[in-house]
């Protein structure tokens, strides 16, 4: 295999967990560039920073190697890591490991991991969203290091890196989002569609010391019956997924046509 680059994000901050692990699963696979938010940015999507400034620092990963830090989203530390901290486009992005997976429709765009792989499909680079299954929801958006087993994602996320640096994507595929079990079956991965949510909405409302009414949005998970989807397969089947997404979310123009008339 040809020399490639590797470009690592995440939405959980630069040094976190998860971002170690990614790069500890690909480093022999090229060379690999590490630009990161500074900070948890879980739930942010797609979010660009447009009214206050970018600072980028120079920090050390826990194995002594170089990192970027990013004071902005997901989005901007892979525009960012593209265009001014690298010599050479990425051949690919890798976003995660998240400590929490992302499946479903409602996170592809919620998702500051999906995001960052949107954001560097756009740019014409291969694309890779990772995300590890936990079952304590108290480190889900802890930001820094957490003690958790990122073997088996590490496997998978080594496994279809090495196939995107040697094949590229499938011709209408934009990137791929994988998630991983927290205790797998097997080392089996099945392509998936995207479910149609990962969790019923739920909101509480609390007062403040003054009286006055404030906001939590939460979720209670939702197991998604339907065969084939990401969220069955790893919630039901504990099996890793991948699933193939496109930027192209047009719809049926010829049912707009019909609906117009």
């Keep these: 295999m040809p020399y490639m680059r590797i470009l690592i994000t995440n939405d959980d901050g630069v040094n976190s967990s998860g971002i170690m692990a990614a790069k500890k699963a690909v480093e022999d696979l090229g060379k690999i560039d590490v630009v990161a938010p500074a900070t948890q940015q879980s739930g942010i999507g797609h979010a660009l920073t447009l009214f206050e400034p970018i600072r980028v620092t120079s920090n050390n990963l826990i194995d002594g190697t170089e990192a970027y830090s990013v004071s902005g989203t997901p989005t901007d530390a892979v525009i960012i890591?593209?265009?001014?901290?690298?010599d050479k486009k990425p051949d690919l992005l890798i976003s995660g490991i998240n400590i929490g997976e992302n499946l479903g429709m409602s996170e592809l765009t919620t998702s500051g991991t999906i995001g960052a792989a949107m954001e560097a499909s756009v740019h014409g680079v291969n694309a890779l969203s990772v995300s590890l299954q936990v079952n304590r929801g108290?480190?889900?958006?802890?930001d820094?290091?957490?003690?958790?087993?990122?073997?088996?994602?590490?496997?998978?996320?080594?496994?279809?890196?090495?196939?995107?640096?040697?094949?590229?994507?499938?011709?209408?595929?934009?990137?791929?989002n994988l998630n991983v079990p927290s205790n797998p079956k097997n080392d089996d991965l099945k392509l998936t569609m995207l479910g149609k949510r990962m969790y019923q909405i739920h909101i509480e409302k609390r007062l403040d010391p003054r009286?006055?009414?404030?906001?939590?949005?939460?979720?209670?998970?939702?197991?998604?019956?339907?065969?084939?989807?990401?969220?069955?397969?790893?919630?039901?089947?504990?099996?890793?997924?991948?699933?193939?997404i496109s930027m192209d979310s047009t719809s049926d123009l010829d049912l707009m046509k019909d609906w117009l008339d």
Aim: hydrophobic share 30%.
């Design 81 to 86: 890591g593209i265009y001014e901290l690298t």
């Design 138 to 142: 108290d480190i889900k958006f802890h």
């Design 144 to 176: 820094g290091y957490v003690d958790v087993d990122f073997s088996h994602a590490q496997k998978m996320t080594r496994r279809v890196s090495k196939m995107i640096l040697e094949k590229g994507l499938p011709e209408g595929v934009d990137f791929l």
């Design 211 to 244: 009286g006055r009414p404030y906001y939590w949005i939460d979720g209670d998970s939702v197991e998604d019956d339907k065969r084939g989807t990401d969220v069955h397969v790893l919630k039901r089947e504990n099996c890793a997924t991948i699933t193939p």
